[in-house]
């Protein structure tokens, strides 16, 4: 079997030259900006990777082809020239109307073979999905591979796609329901993407025991949490390491530390393999403790993502968080103590926001210090609390998710005027990643104390120390970092360049650029760095004596070629054939900025809608 499992476009993409396209022809919303997209919006799904990885331990063919980025006019190319027996499309809320269009071109040319869709905006609104979009065959349910991979066995036999159990279908005129698809117990059963995939991407559970009005994730996997075994994880982790170019993992499970005792045990085997990698991960603060956080940043985690979102004890309570402000101050300090980076994922316009709400929010943040915030504008999500109580309360229709062309439907959910008045204009000043809090030199030494000889924790302190303007002891701290294998080299030799820049010794600084590009090529300040000087010698600066601007840092911010699967990069030269590729491998060279993707901004752009104004 040829599968092609695609992650269109948002909305039809006019290429380079092209005039926009208007929304009712297919085209981005009327008031869209460049930007207003969040740049994980690009990543692949890790779900198409895992029905691509059962699907190729089965012996199907099947291509993973990320068209995020695409204009509309190569994807009417690439579709028209791809022979799949089945095609399977990941449909979040923002790539929708993509989603349709895509499944109308598949129709046009393959009428034959069948369109599966899933993912979190597929699912609960399955049936309406059908009804609208008539290009569309079947959609899966949650967590579907298991339900894929059944529907990959009907069409290899040529039987009918119905009936299949966590499936809606047609048949005759009517909408039907397959029997419901019970979770899959043993996640080890299913094969491993890191097996077949180079993503810095990493699932270790699914699931979430809590219920945030705001979150879909039970309607996704279910309730409650499932993971996979600490041997399964540190097996995928093993096998992925060596082919990544940048030793850096994010791990995306929505709650990784909700069973400490797994992930004590995960830690502890990542240190007794050896495995040297850099991570992040997402979690809530009432599930961490300092046993725990010790083990974490002695494993590699870098960086602690908190779904904090707000710093109002009554909207916490309002939107089912079940946390204190208490605690999360608490956990951000316990983090810190090991030297753990803190991150704070912040909402905007919950249900019981006001103005006074989002002060004391702001106020909040100043109290927690955390290193990172970023807040987000309330999206309705189909499938969670939030959605529910808006259709009950009148003021939601599901038909405008097929009706409208906005990309998500960004409301406060019951604000006044002059709170959202008031929380658009301070968005407006400060969306998009924010820095706040950094240790100084004599923070850092306590954290080296605690840890021990700890690589990351020497380069903290020699970037305490840089900042300082104390060259010789950063210098001193970078170069033990290296000695100890510090698993991104390039950005302790960036350091070093920068150190040899300010003692005036340009020799140095291009060897030190030189390794790190040899070594460790693909991080952010490295690639801005190089090309800085690049420019510099170019236009003769030593000898004209101009300014070298350049950045030195250590944030855990992970970039990644724009290269298929895991980014809309250029496809294979063979993409349209389904024997084995040739492997596509791209220039190695530092990029230009455009040529690169942060996969890990958090940006967002999009201000409020007032539900006073229309929202379709």
Known sequence: MRIALIYPPPWKIPGPGEARIAPEAGGPPADYQEGDLDADF????????????????????????????????????????????????????????????????????????????????????????????????????????????????????????????????RLDDRIERGAERESVANLDTLASPQNYFDTHILMTSRGCPWACTFCGAETSWGRGFRGHSVSYTLDAIERLLPRLRVKMLQVKDDTFTTNKKRVLELCRGIRQRKLNFLWSCDTRVDVLNEELLYEMRLAGCQRLSLGVESGSERILREIDKKISKDEIISAAEMAKKYGVHVRFYMMLGNRGETADTFRETLDFLAKARPHQYIFSCLSIYPGTADFRDAEKAGWLKREQYFEGDFQELKVPFDADEEATRVMSEWFAENSGLREYYLEGVPECLAILERLGDHAPAHVDLAGAYFREGKLDEAEHHLRRALELGFATPGLARNYLA??????????????????????????????????????????????????????????????????????????????????????????????????????????????????????V
């Open 42 to 169: 690009f990543q692949t799904p890790y779900g198409l990777f895992s029905l691509a990885a059962q699907a190729l331990r089965a012996g199907h063919q099947a291509k993973v082809l990320n068209l995020s980025g695409f204009a509309w006019s190569a994807v009417e190319e690439l579709i028209a020239g791809l022979d799949a027996d089945l095609f399977g499309m990941s449909c979040w809320t923002a790539n929708r109307r993509g989603v349709a269009l895509t499944a109308e071109l598949i129709k046009r040319h393959r009428p034959h073979a069948p369109v599966v869709i899933g993912g979190p905006h597929a699912t609960p609104l399955g049936k309406e999905m059908l009804s609208h979009y008539p290009h569309i065959d079947v959609v899966c349910e949650g967590e579907s591979d298991i339900t894929f991979m059944e529907l990959v066995e009907r069409q290899r036999q040529r039987r009918p796609l119905i009936g299949v159990a966590g499936t809606l279908y």
């Open 498 to 615: 920068v150190i040899a820049y300010r003692r005036g010794n340009l020799a140095v600084m291009q060897d030190e650029f030189l390794l790190a590009a040899k070594t460790d090529p693909q991080h952010h300040v490295l690639i801005q760095n190089v090309e800085a000087a690049r420019a510099w010698f170019r236009e003769r600066g030593p000898e004209r004596g101009l300014p070298l601007n350049l950045v030195a840092r250590h944030d855990f911010q992970l970039f990644e070629r724009t290269q298929q699967p895991t980014l809309p990069g250029p496809l294979q030269k063979d993409v349209l054939t389904w024997e084995a590729p040739t492997d596509f491998v791209p220039e190695l060279a530092f990029p230009n900025a455009e040529q690169v993707l942060r996969i890990d901004t958090g940006h967002e752009s999009i201000p409020f809608r007032s539900k006073r104004l229309p929202v």
